[in-house]
């Protein structure tokens, strides 16, 4: 199904993917291989986003991953929030692409009938709610940064963090940021206050 979503050269694009990923991070990993595996999620992210822009310029939403909880499968909440998710959000943050947090709003913890009794694919209500949350976010507008001199503004939102040379940059967590020398400058916007 991957090269007809290619070759339809859709205008909006929606990626939901890393639920899996979690697999990888074993208790026994080390550090290192823990790295690896990082690197390797937000490239491959890096990869299927340019992938999908060759036919078309698609506006690309990825998501955050769910909550999932699946010990006898390996597939653990935690990885996703301490792992999989950090990874994602970086390929977001470099490819400058809309990043939706399912994560925070979609877990069995809230409601459980979100869920099919593996904990891991969400039922016919659960998937009705996740399509909703997408569609709240493909109804907003495309946020714009502008620039006054040597100050960048964020769009409005409910909380921030700028990033300089794909580093974030610590403590700058306001709507605006005094540029300190040249770069490339991104910054992430909370959208929802819920989240």
Not at 44 to 67: G, M, N, R, W
């Amino acid at each position: 199904r991957f090269a007809p979503a290619i070759e339809f050269a859709a205008d909006t694009v929606i990626i939901e993917l890393g639920t899996n990923d979690s697999k990888a991070y074993a208790q026994w990993n080390t550090p290192a291989q823990n790295a690896v595996v990082d690197s390797a999620i937000t490239a491959d992210f890096e990869a299927l986003i340019d992938t999908f822009q060759v036919k078309s310029k698609p506006h690309v939403f990825i998501c955050l991953a769910p909550y999932v909880n699946n010990v006898e499968w390996n597939i653990l909440d935690t990885a996703v929030v301490n792992r999989v998710n950090p990874a994602i959000l970086r390929a977001g943050l470099e490819k400058g692409v809309n990043v939706i947090d399912l994560h925070s709003r979609f877990s069995a913890l809230e409601n459980p009938s979100w869920y099919l009794s593996d904990m891991v694919h969400p039922s016919v209500e659960g998937a009705k709610h996740l399509a909703e949350i997408v569609y709240a976010h493909l109804q907003m507008d495309t946020l714009r940064v502008t620039q006054d001199g040597s100050t960048l503004k964020a769009p409005k939102g409910f909380g921030y963090q700028w990033y300089k040379n794909g580093k974030m940059l610590e403590g700058d967590t306001l709507e605006t940021l005094a540029i300190s020398g040249a770069g490339e400058y991104k910054v992430s916007v909370k959208v929802d206050e819920k989240t």
